[in-house]
């Protein structure tokens, strides 16, 4: 009995750890979007005039 406490306890860690963890991707994906579609730091290609 002392066996199957530990494994559900056990179980119950992980799905804290894997939920944290996708949260905590996801937080780290949405960061990546907004720094790429920050304007205010937007840099943009010119080209060169020719002559």
């Keep these: 009995m002392k066996i199957n406490k530990i ?3 056990a179980i119950k860690w ?3 750890i894997t939920i944290a ?3 905590g991707f996801a937080n780290v ?3 990546e979007t907004k720094t790429m579609d ?3 730091n937007k840099i ?3 080209s060169e005039d020719e002559d």
């Design 14 to 16: 992980l799905r804290y």
């Design 21 to 23: 963890y996708m949260l």
């Design 44 to 46: 943009e290609q010119t």
């Design 29 to 31: 994906l949405n960061q």
């Design 7 to 9: 494994i559900l306890g």
């Design 38 to 40: 920050d304007t205010l």
